[in-house]
Structures are given as C-alpha cells and as structure tokens.
Antibody, heavy 119, light 111 residues
Framework: QVQLQESGPGLVKPSQTLSLTCTVS??????????WSWIRQHPGKGLEWIGY???????YYNPSLKSRVTISVDTSKNQFSLKLSSVTAADTAVYYC???????????WGQGTLVTVSS | QSVLTQPPSVSEAPRQRVTISCSGS????????VNWYQQLPGKAPKLLIY???LLPSGVSDRFSGSKSGTSASLAISGLQSEDEADYYC????????????FGGGTKLTVL
C-alpha cells in the first residue's frame, strides 16, 4: 500500500527557508485522482492544512500561509516538496505529508518530522 | 481558534460508549463530507471515518460517524484503553476559494 516519508532539516534559523521532501512509495504520484498535501501541528496543538499539489503541478494553498509557501512535485523521483520562507519560531511544528482525496479525506499520512525554528 | 469546534476533552469508563461532537457551518460541515482522525500519543493521525460515516478498511466497527446539518459526531462503543488518544474532525470549507479546516481536537481519556 502507499506509504509516505518526510525528510529534511530538523532545525532552521529564523528568517530562512524551511525545506522538506515527502517520498511516496507503494504507488505512483502520477497515477491521478489524488492530491499530495502538507499539514502541520504546532507542539501540543491541533492540525493546520498548509496546501497540496496535483501531479500536474497545480497547487492549492491555505490563504493564511499562501504568501510564504511553495509546494512542488518531482514525478521522476515520486516526491513532492514544501518550502516555507521567512520562518519564525511560530513555524516550529511537526510537519506531515499525506495523500488527499479531494474534499474527502487525508489518507495515508507520513510519520511526521519535527522542525524547530531557532538561532 | 479552530474553524470546527470540538470539546477539549471527554472521558468514559472501559466498555462504555462515548461521543465526540464537531460543530461547523454551512460552508464546511453543512456542505461537505466530514472525516475523523485518531492520533495516538507521539504518532501521526490515522483516518478513522470519511464521507461522514464510512469506515476505511481495517478500522474497528466500534467507531461510527454521523452528521446532521452543520454538526457531526464520532461515537466509540465498547471503550478500550487503547482508544485513549486525540481525535480530530476535518472538512473542506468552501469559503476563501476553498480550504481544509480541522477541529481543535478532543482528548479521550479511558478511566
């Protein structure tokens, strides 16, 4: 079955760009019908949708983060990536990637990766 | 402040039944499917219910979902200690060109 795995630096300095990659296994990102999403969870808090991408490159972002977010896809590597610019301590969170059935559900999820923003 | 409103915590004894509510509006729950996620301590969320009341393969039928108007509920029957977790509702919201919204989460304690 499809599995997702996040990777990237666990520590980012303030004002820099957070970069994460999600590698998809057990299925092709290009198979269609699904979007590929990033969600984050601040320590001890709830979930916040960041945005998602279709294999064609079409993207949809949370308006609250849109000005700082870029999600891209590399179908040859079966990966998609997140870039979040001008980070502050408020961006410290566990970042999850997940497959999305539009308007229906997030399933499955990656295990998540903690990113701390600190100098 | 989450768009979808859930009680911060609920508790119940083993073998009993508990319900968790999720309140929204016409732009989200009232017009779109609700899904529920279980997050065990230190783990990623796991899909529990989708399309308001459907169970993914492998999820125990002790879990059930329902929706009425702009509110939804998750029920767990025959409570077990391993059900102790955080539970989140989610739905697509048609406002602002569309955005996924989540509830703030409910911590279930099995007494």
């Amino acid at each position: 079955q499809v599995q997702l795995q996040e990777s990237g630096p666990g520590l980012v300095k303030p004002s820099q760009t957070l970069s994460l990659t999600c590698t998809v296994s057990g299925g092709s990102i290009s198979s269609g019908g699904y979007y590929w999403s990033w969600i984050r969870q601040h320590p001890g808090k709830g979930l916040e949708w960041i945005g998602y991408i279709y294999y064609s490159g079409s993207t949809y972002y949370n308006p609250s983060l849109k000005s700082r977010v870029t999600i891209s896809v590399d179908t040859s590597k079966n990966q998609f990536s997140l870039k979040l610019s001008s980070v502050t301590a408020a961006d410290t969170a566990v970042y999850y990637c997940a497959r999305v059935e539009p308007r229906i559900r997030f399933d499955p999820w990656g295990q998540g990766t903690l990113v701390t923003v600190s100098s | 402040q989450s768009v979808l409103t859930q009680p911060p915590s609920v508790s119940e004894a083993p073998r009993q039944r508990v319900t968790i509510s999720c309140s929204g509006s016409s732009s989200n729950i009232g017009n779109n499917a609700v899904n529920w996620y279980q997050q065990l301590p230190g783990k990623a969320p796991k899909l529990l219910i989708y399309y308001d009341d459907l169970l993914p393969s492998g999820v125990s039928d002790r879990f059930s979902g329902s929706k009425s108007g702009t509110s939804a509920s998750l029920a767990i029957s025959g409570l077990q200690s391993e059900d102790e977790a955080d539970y989140y509702c989610a739905a697509w919201d048609d406002s602002l060109n569309g955005v996924w919204v989540f509830g703030g989460g409910t911590k279930l304690t099995v007494l």
